[in-house]
C-alpha cells in the first residue's frame, strides 16, 4: 500500500444518501414536537402516523418522552461503536471520525452498516 491510500484510508468516510437523513431528521423533529410543542404538529396531515402521534402524545406523553430519549441514548452508544470500528479499520483522522459518529447520531444503524462494510486495502506481500 503505497502511502497515498494509507492516507485515504485514515480519512475513510461514506455519507448516506441526502433523502435517508432528511428522513430521519424529520422523524426526529416531529418526534421532538410531539413531546415539547404538541400543538405545533399538523396531526391530519401525516395520515396514520398523525393520529398515532396524537393518541400516544396527548394520552401517554410520557411514552413519547421515553421513546423519543430512548432513541438519543440508543443512537449515541452506536455513535461510539461506530467510531470504534472505524478506529479499528485504520480511520484514524478526527474528522472523518467525528463524522462517523454525528451521521450515526442521526440515522442510527444504517451508518453501522456502512462502516461495517469497510474492507481497508491491504498490503500485497
Excluded at 40 to 61: A, C, E, N, Q, R
Excluded at 106 to 117: C, E, M, N, P, W
Aim: proline content about 3%.
Amino acid at each position: 500500500m503505497s502511502g497515498n491510500d494509507k492516507e485515504i484510508s485514515s480519512k475513510y468516510f461514506k455519507r448516506l444518501g441526502v433523502l435517508v437523513l432528511l428522513l430521519h431528521c424529520v422523524l426526529y423533529s416531529v418526534l421532538y414536537l410531539a413531546i415539547y410543542h404538541r400543538d405545533v404538529v399538523p396531526y391530519k396531515s401525516l395520515g396514520p402516523v398523525g393520529s398515532f402521534y396524537h393518541y400516544i402524545s396527548y394520552t401517554y406523553p410520557s411514552i413519547a418522552f421515553y421513546v423519543f430519549y430512548y432513541f438519543v441514548v440508543a443512537h449515541a452508544i452506536e455513535g461510539f461503536q461506530s467510531m470504534y470500528i472505524a478506529h479499528g479499520k485504520g480511520v484514524t483522522d478526527t474528522v472523518a471520525l467525528m463524522k462517523w459518529f454525528v451521521q450515526t447520531m442521526i440515522t442510527g444503524r444504517f451508518s453501522v452498516v456502512l462502516i461495517k462494510a469497510y474492507e481497508p486495502k491491504t498490503k500485497n506481500k
